[in-house]
């Protein structure tokens, strides 16, 4: 899942981005309200973090005009101000969730990855498809009593994949999605970690395979006898 992060102190932001990659996060991490309203637009995001005190367009200003916009993604306020007008305010402008700072990295995580679930629609988090699964909290992909561990990135894969079984992605699409738009990696790192993936759902004898279509993509596929 790929998470947004406006936040102007570029230390907070840097720690906020190494915890959410921690817990297998695909992260971008901006720090005034231009250009966070920027990534909005140019990609797609699962939650967005906002500060509220910003440079050149505060989060109020951010959010407004994402819901103007007509997105629904899930929006998780960050401030400085802690009293009730301030978060009665974000919460009638379009805000899921306001958390004041200071705050704890564990109530942080818990909070992001709440707002992931309800804007993915699932209740669990075990992803199935054919006789492979996919424990999203112990990043572990099992088949019957074969189980193997996941990397973060080899995580982010298998999770895209079995979200959305079947449909088939573009390489530049995965590279979008799971590295983000400030990597410095080539394309070539998307087949290299596809390898990677595929190489652990045969170490595990699963009855699917990722699929490569040819000039169109990737696909989670079953595997027919």
């Given at each position: ?5 406006a936040?102007?102190?570029?230390e907070?932001a ?5 915890l ?5 996060f695909?992260?971008d991490?901006v720090?005034?309200?231009a250009?966070?309203?920027?990534r909005?637009?140019?990609a797609?995001?699962?939650?967005i973090?906002l ?6 367009a505060?989060?109020m ?5 994402i ?5 629904a ?5 960050l401030t400085?101000?802690?009293?009730i007008?301030d ?6 402008a379009g805000?899921d969730d306001y ?15 709440a ?5 993915a629609g ?7 498809f054919?006789n492979?699964?996919l424990?999203c909290n112990?990043?572990?992909?099992s088949c019957?009593?074969?189980?193997v ?5 080899e995580?982010?894969l298998a ?11 573009s ?6 999605k ?9 394309i070539?790192v998307?087949?290299t ?18 699929r ?5 993509g990737y696909?989670?596929e079953?595997?027919?006898?």
């Open positions: 899942m790929r998470i947004l992060i936040e102007d102190e570029a907070l840097k720690a906020l981005k190494f959410l990659e921690k817990h297998k695909s992260v991490a720090h005034d309200g250009e966070a309203l920027e909005f637009h140019s797609a995001y699962d939650v973090v500060d509220i005190m910003m440079p050149k505060d989060g200003e951010v959010l407004s005009r819901r103007k916009a007509g997105s993604v899930p929006v998780l306020m400085a101000k802690a009293e007008e978060r009665v305010a974000g919460l009638e805000a958390l004041p700072k200071p705050f704890a990295s564990r109530e942080f995580i818990a909070r992001v990855k707002l992931a679930r309800r804007n699932y209740a669990d988090c075990l992803l199935t054919g492979v699964a424990d112990r990043y572990e992909l019957g009593g074969r189980t561990r996941l990397n973060n990135k995580f982010q999770e895209l994949f079995l979200r959305h079984p079947r449909f088939v992605f390489a530049n699409h995965l590279m979008d799971v590295w983000g738009q400030d990597s410095e990696a080539g070539d998307v087949w970690y596809i390898g990677f993936v595929r190489k652990k759902l045969r170490q595990i004898d699963s009855g699917v395979e990722i490569t279509v040819r000039g169109a696909s989670l079953e595997i027919k006898c």
